[in-house]
């Protein structure tokens, strides 16, 4: 249990789930209760990009664990599928360090050309993206997750979007 002689880094420790009273914190409240300064997250000549291509691994583990939290019946895939959605989230977050729309676009669209290769489910992308903006939403400064949420946001419209143009423009048999 920490206590008020608890070193001031163990409240603070990134993806510390500890509150300073000993009890479970939820992912990210560590961070929200001190100013990110403080924690080299956010400092001025910082740009998001930066942030979050250093933060991959932490936000890739929160996605995970927030994802299986919400869907407990993905432990029935193992430790394998644990570790290869881990794997996925990871590759997510990197592609959307860059912080370029058209590049995130670009990714969100060949795992829409994988899924559906491998035959599994478009709703587990769609999953993926909510968890990304959550975590973003709950881990990062607010000034970082607002340029990270747009991106992430306009990308998987964009691709969104195009898909529904392409399947509105493909030759339907017996249409004609």
Avoid at 101 to 118: D, I, K, P
Wanted: with cysteine.
């Amino acid at each position: 249990m920490l206590t008020g002689t608890t070193p001031e880094w163990a409240w603070c420790w990134p993806g510390s789930l500890w509150a300073a009273d000993g009890r479970a914190n939820r992912p990210g409240a560590a961070f929200r209760n001190r100013s990110d300064e403080v924690h080299g997250l956010n400092p001025p000549s910082r740009s998001t990009g930066d942030i979050v291509a250093e933060n991959v691994g932490l936000l890739a583990t929160l996605a995970t664990r927030a994802l299986y939290a919400e869907q407990p019946e993905l432990w029935q895939l193992g430790e394998y599928g644990r570790a290869r959605t881990l794997e996925d989230f990871t590759h997510h977050f990197r592609a959307l360090a860059p912080m370029d729309e058209f590049v995130f676009e670009a990714h969100v669209r060949y795992c829409e050309g994988l899924f559906a290769a491998r035959g599994y489910p478009h709703e587990w992308l769609e999953d993926a993206w909510r968890h990304m903006a959550l975590v973003v939403g709950t881990e990062l400064p607010d000034d970082a997750a607002r340029e990270v949420l747009q991106v992430l946001n306009g990308a998987v419209r964009s691709a969104s979007e195009q898909n529904v143009r392409n399947v509105g423009s493909a030759d339907v048999p017996g249409s004609a």
